[in-house]
């Protein structure tokens, strides 16, 4: 794993504030949807996660947190070419790449108490300056409307 140094704070274009408010829509009403039907957080990420690596074009996606009986489990759809993607969680947050692709994590806190991970995964090495930018801005925004839940 080579970690790369976090990118300078960017100004994003139209684009991409578009992209990230269908992002954040989406997300939304998927955790909706799943408050009203009372799911179980395997139940949420079943029917979210397929929905946002579409939205994101990433190949996986995955959260380490604890479940509802506070045991710490990692819910993960996509491919992982084979590794856990909890051990990968584990790692230092932010842009990182592996032999798998690049992994684009966060921490998720609650009233600012971390409460989990939260990990993307892109095909290939997307380590370039543009890349990272639009990645981290996407990202950020859609952990801002993740942890509203």
């Known amino acids: 794993m080579t970690p790369v ?3 300078p704070p960017a ?23 799943s408050l009203r039907e009372r799911e179980t957080l395997t139940q949420c990420f079943r ?3 397929p929905t946002l690596l579409q939205h994101l074009g990433a190949r996986g996606i995955a959260v380490t947190t604890r ?27 932010g842009l990182s790449v592996h032999d798998t692709g690049t992994l684009l994590t966060q ?7 971390p409460v989990g991970t939260l990990g993307v995964l892109y095909a ?3 380590a370039t300056r ?7 801005a996407r990202w950020t925004w859609w952990r801002r409307s993740w942890t509203r839940c």
Do not use: H, I, K, N
């Open 67 to 93: 479940d509802e009986e506070l045991v710490e489990q990692t819910w993960s759809e996509g491919d992982w070419g084979g590794v856990f993607p909890g051990g990968l969680l584990a790692g230092p947050m």
């Open 11 to 33: 100004e994003l274009s139209l684009e991409e504030y578009r992209f990230l408010r269908q992002l954040g829509r989406v997300t939304d009403d998927l955790l909706e949807e």
């Open 107 to 113: 921490t998720l806190d609650v009233a600012g108490s």
């Open 5 to 7: 140094p976090p990118p």
């Open 47 to 49: 029917r979210c996660f």
């Open 130 to 136: 543009a890349s990272r930018r639009s990645a981290c």
């Open 124 to 126: 290939g090495r997307r």
